[in-house]
Nanobody
Framework: QVELVESGGRLVQAGDSLRLSCAAS????????MGWFRQAPGKEREFVAG????????SYGHSVKGRFAISRDDAQSRVWLHMNSLKPEDTAVYYC?????????????????WGQGTQVTVSS
C-alpha cells in the first residue's frame, strides 16, 4: 500500500513553467508504476504522464507531449511532473496515482492509489 500527497499547484500565466511533486509513503514505492492525471470541471479524468519502475519507460498524453516531463526518485519516494509552455487549457486538478504493475496504464481505472489532487490554474 502507498499514500500519495501532491503539491506545487498554483496560479500561473500562460507560457510559464511549473513543477508538481508527489510524495509517497510506504516501504515499497519502487515497485509502483506512477502516473499523473488531471481533471477539469465537467470533464473526465485525463491521463497526463506515466513512468514505470526505475524510470525505464515514460508515456504522455497527446495534449502534453513535448511540453511535460515525468521523473521519479525512488530513494526519495517522489515523482515529479515538469510542465512547460503552460496553456489555459492545462487548467485542472492534477492527481498523482500508483499501480503495482510493470506497465503504464492510460486509464484511471488502471490505478489503485490516488492522492488528493493539487489545483493548477493557467491564466491567459
Amino acid at each position: 500500500q502507498v499514500e500519495l500527497v501532491e503539491s506545487g499547484g498554483r496560479l500561473v500565466q500562460a507560457g510559464d513553467s511549473l513543477r508538481l511533486s508527489c510524495a509517497a509513503s510506504g516501504p515499497h514505492f519502487f515497485v509502483f508504476t506512477m502516473g499523473w492525471f488531471r481533471q477539469a470541471p465537467g470533464k473526465e479524468r485525463e491521463f497526463v504522464a506515466g513512468i514505470t519502475r526505475r524510470g525505464s519507460e515514460t508515456s504522455y498524453g497527446h495534449s502534453v507531449k513535448g511540453r511535460f516531463a515525468i521523473s521519479r526518485d525512488d530513494a526519495q519516494s517522489r515523482v515529479w511532473l515538469h510542465m512547460n509552455s503552460l496553456k489555459p487549457e492545462d487548467t485542472a486538478v492534477y492527481y498523482c496515482a500508483a499501480r503495482n504493475s510493470v506497465d503504464i496504464g492510460a486509464n484511471a481505472e488502471d490505478y489503485d492509489y490516488w492522492g488528493q489532487g493539487t489545483q493548477v490554474t493557467v491564466s491567459s
